[in-house]
């Protein structure tokens, strides 16, 4: 693999802990695609992971308590001809997955007042739209 797959900042995922699992792929192909297992299914166990602070491991088990199965996080990687490249796939899109999943919340939103010169204008605009539909109206026109 080409080296560490950086979740965020000195955090990685640890190669110890990915499960691996390679089947072979659906779809149309040819001769080579009967005999080689080139799909991908990679396993993380974040429930019992060290890897991610404890902070983090809380935060990506209720944001990805959906996609949990005993607490382990399945990605599948199916689209290249290749194993190799379809194992990049696979942890890139695990790595992409735990960085978003453990992503701190945004900042509240601090509510704002509209500016008074802003909502005059749009009163403003208001009465003149008005005014120029109630012109057409069928006043005059018979």
Do not use: C, Y
């Not at 991908?40 to 209720?62: G, H, I, S």
């Not at 403003?124 to 069928?138: C, H, L, V, Y």
Request: charge should be positive; proline fraction near 7%.
């Amino acid at each position: 693999m080409s080296g560490p797959h950086v979740i965020r900042g000195s955090v990685s995922l640890p190669e110890a802990e990915l499960v691996w699992r390679f089947s072979r792929s659906s779809g149309p192909g040819g001769q080579h695609v009967n005999t080689t297992d080139t799909a991908v299914e990679l396993r993380f166990d974040l429930a019992r992971t060290d890897a991610l602070p404890e902070v983090w491991k809380q935060r990506a088990l209720e944001r990805l308590a959906g996609r949990l199965t005993d607490g382990v996080v399945t990605v599948r990687a199916s689209e290249h001809r290749s194993q190799w490249r379809n194992r990049e796939a696979a942890a890139v899109r695990l790595a992409a997955l735990l960085a978003e999943a453990t992503a701190p919340p945004p900042r509240p939103r601090r509510p704002t007042r509209i500016p008074r010169g802003i909502n005059e204008r749009r009163l403003r605009e208001k009465k003149q739209r008005s005014e120029t539909k109630r012109g057409r109206s069928a006043r005059g026109w018979d």
